[in-house]
C-alpha cells in the first residue's frame, strides 16, 4: 500500500479518466480559464465564478478539470469583483497565474490578456475555457487536446450537439467537406443557421503563437462590439490552417451558469455523478434523489447512506456504517460500523454519540486532508 493512502477508503470521481497513453501525454502549455464577466443574471453580491455547487466554486471546479491536464502554465482572466475572486483562487489552488482584464470587451480581448500574463505568444498548444462550466470534466478536455495534437490542427473547438442551442454561437460547417468553416454567435446568426444545434462550447484548444497573431486581427464590427475568440477560426482558416473539431460526447458538459436555476440543475447533475461513482464503488445510496454530497467526501466499502442526508466538506463514512435518515454532517468522521441517524453534525465540534451495536464516533477532522 502506498504511503498516505487509507484502507477501506473510496474516493469518489465525478468523471471518467482518459484512456490511453495517447491521451494523458497531451500537455499544453498553458490553460487559459475565462472568468472576468460580471454574471449578473445571477443577481448576487457573490461574483458568478463563486457560486458553489457540491462544495466547491463553479471556478474550482473548472481548475480541478485543467488540473488533469497537467499544464505547464495555468492562468485565470478576473475582471468584476476580481478582489474577491483572485483571493478565492490564492485559498484553492495558490499556484494559479490571473490576469486582468479591465474592461470587459469580449473573449478575444479577455484571451489576449491571458496570453499578456505570459509575456505573449506561447510555443505549444494553449487551451481556453470557461469558468462557468462546472461540468466540464478533465477527460473531455484531455480529449479536446489529444484531437488537436493528432490532427495537427491550428485550432481545435469543442463541440456539442444540444437540444436547444437558443443563445449560443453556431458551427458553421463545409456543405460538401463537413470541415469546420467558423462559428457565428446567436445575435448575429441567420435564420438557417439559427436552426443549427451542434454549438460552440467556448472551449478550444490553439496552436499558442498562431493565436496571437490571429488575436492582432480580430475586429469589433459585430453586434455587440467586442472582440470575439470565435472570429479567430475564420482568421486562421483563412490563412490556409487547419480548423478542427472536438464533440463532447455529453452536452451537459458544456453549459455555462448563468443564473439560479442553471446552477440548481448543474447541481443535480453533479451530485448524481459522485452517487452514480461511489455506488459502482460498493456504496448503498438507498434514495439518490433526497441524497446530497461534496466532491471531497469518501466511503468506506459496505457504507450505506439511507434517505434525507446531506454529507458535506471532507466527511468520511467508514467502511460499513450507515448514515440516516435525516442526517446534515460536515467535515465529520463516521467510524467502521457507525449507525448515525437524524443527526446534524459540524467538524468543529463532538456530536452526540448513539449506540447501535458497533456504533462509533462523530468528530472533528484533525490533519486529515
Not at 22 to 33: E, F, K, N, W
Not at 137 to 155: M, P
Request: glycine share 12%; with cysteine; proline share 4%.
Amino acid at each position: 500500500m502506498s504511503a498516505g493512502k487509507r484502507p477501506g477508503i473510496l474516493r469518489m470521481s465525478p468523471s471518467p479518466q482518459p484512456k490511453g497513453n495517447s491521451v494523458s501525454a497531451i500537455r499544453p502549455a498553458a490553460v487559459v480559464v475565462l472568468a472576468a464577466g460580471e454574471g449578473t443574471r445571477m443577481k448576487s453580491a457573490t461574483p458568478k465564478v463563486l457560486h458553489e455547487i457540491c462544495g466547491r466554486s463553479l471556478v474550482g471546479h473548472v481548475l480541478a478539470a485543467s488540473r488533469e491536464l497537467d499544464p505547464e502554465n495555468l492562468v485565470v482572466v478576473v475582471g468584476h469583483a476580481r478582489e474577491k475572486v483572485t483571493a478565492h483562487l490564492a485559498a484553492i489552488d495558490p499556484a494559479v497565474r490571473t490576469a486582468v482584464q479591465e474592461e470587459q470587451n469580449g473573449t478575444g480581448h479577455a484571451v489576449r490578456m491571458g496570453l499578456e500574463q505570459l509575456g505573449g505568444a506561447v510555443d505549444g498548444t494553449v487551451v481556453v475555457v470557461c469558468g462557468d462550466t462546472p461540468l466540464l470534466t478533465g477527460a473531455t478536455l484531455a480529449q479536446l487536446a489529444a484531437t488537436h495534437h493528432a490532427d495537427g490542427n491550428a485550432v481545435t473547438v469543442l463541440t456539442a450537439e444540444v437540444p436547444d442551442a437558443t443563445g449560443y454561437g453556431r458551427i458553421v460547417r463545409d456543405g460538401v467537406s463537413g470541415a469546420v468553416t467558423g462559428i457565428v454567435e446567436h445575435k448575429d446568426a441567420s435564420e438557417a443557421q439559427r436552426a443549427v444545434r451542434e454549438i460552440n462550447s467556448g472551449v478550444f484548444a490553439f496552436d499558442g503563437r498562431l493565436l496571437a497573431e490571429a488575436l492582432k486581427q480580430v475586429r469589433t464590427d459585430n453586434s455587440q462590439g467586442e472582440e470575439y475568440l470565435t472570429d479567430v477560426l475564420g482568421i486562421l482558416r483563412e490563412a490556409g490552417h487547419r480548423v478542427g473539431a472536438s464533440v463532447a460526447g455529453d452536452h451537459r458538459e458544456i453549459a455555462g451558469i448563468n443564473n439560479r436555476v442553471q446552477l440548481a440543475e448543474a447541481r443535480r447533475i453533479l451530485n448524481d455523478r459522485l452517487l452514480t461513482a461511489a455506488m459502482l464503488a460498493g456504496v448503498t445510496v438507498v434514495d439518490p434523489a433526497s441524497t446530497w454530497v461534496d466532491v471531497t467526501v469518501s466511503f468506506g466499502q459496505d457504507a450505506v447512506v439511507l434517505p434525507g442526508t446531506q454529507l458535506l466538506g471532507v466527511t468520511r463514512v467508514g467502511e460499513g456504517a450507515e448514515v440516516g435518515p435525516n442526517c446534515r454532517l460536515k467535515d465529520t468522521v463516521v467510524g467502521a460500523g457507525a449507525r448515525v441517524d437524524n443527526t446534524v453534525a459540524d467538524g468543529r465540534r463532538w456530536v452526540r454519540r448513539r449506540r447501535w451495536g458497533r456504533t462509533r464516533i462523530c468528530g472533528r477532522v484533525r490533519g486529515w486532508g
